[in-house]
């Protein structure tokens, strides 16, 4: 039996851990996080799981580890190729030769940590919130996956001020790290691109979809509902997103936003701080800079 992936595809700082917070606390679907990150994160000594525990003592992540120490899985090796391979500066090459770019034993490797998932987890559904366009091109070449694609977009000028303004804990360190800002022409080149390649990267895949921020937090129940059906998943019960909150239980993620720990009622709302704290100009001259993407998933210039 196949593998049901969902996979959230798009730019960083767009909201996907408030999306995967929510998918994750579907019936049948269980959030991992960024699945990305799992093989380095594994070799630290700091990183948190989302339930709270540290990644080498919590419960499920030791059962997954456990399942591919079983399958003679060197994850030292695999973290290696990981941070080699799985990067955003790799997708010219990856849209071109995608089948002929990652070493096989990789691959191998990748499904054996999705079966371990599935097998940990009991869910007909793994929410994986990787984002990155690169990942994407690597599930592809897994047989076994049933995968399904969520492209999540945000207004990629709110985008560029979160990565220039907003520091961050490193996800889910211990430490107190915060994550490097980015100018905010850098900023908003990567969410180009990175949108750009969760395209391309998405051809040839029939379950896919596109899902902007601002329309999920204005109408979570709606626009999530309309999302999860173009997915081949229809009759998903949202009732309780009806009044734009909803109660977090603990799931097991592994990188992602701090929210990821909060265990709270959550009000899911617009955030438009940057549309009150950018100068205008600034906003005109990143709306000129990345018009031609903005047109593409319908924001407008001012």
Known sequence: MDICVLYIVGAGRSGST???????????????????????????????????????????????????????????????????????????????????????????????????????????????????????????????????????????????YSWNKRRKKESGSQNEQTMPAKSLVKALTVWTIENRFAQLAAVNISRYTQLRYEDFVSDPSGQL??????????????AHLDKNSFFMQPTHRVGGNPLRFSQKVLHIRADNTWQERMPKWQQLGLGLLALPSLRRYGYPLQ
């Open 18 to 160: 408030l999306l995967e917070m929510v998918l994750g606390n579907l019936p049948g679907f269980f959030s991992v996080g960024e699945v990305r990150y799992f093989w380095e994160y594994w070799q630290a000594e700091d990183r948190l799981c989302g339930c709270g525990q540290p990644l080498k003592t919590c419960g499920f992540w030791s059962s997954v580890n456990g399942g591919l120490e079983r399958a003679e899985i060197n994850t030292a090796q695999m973290a290696d190729w990981a941070s080699r391979y799985d990067r955003t500066r790799h997708l010219p090459w990856l849209a071109r030769y995608n089948g002929r770019f990652w070493p096989a034993p990789f691959i191998t490797g990748t499904a054996q940590l999705f079966q371990m998932l599935q097998s940990a987890s009991g869910a007909a559904a793994i929410v994986d919130s990787s984002k990155v366009p690169s990942h994407l091109y690597l599930l592809k070449q897994i047989p076994v996956l049933d995968l399904r694609v969520l492209h999540l977009v945000r207004d990629g000028r709110a985008v560029a």
């Open 225 to 238: 509902g309309q999302a999860l059906i173009a997915l081949d998943w229809p009759g998903v019960d949202l």
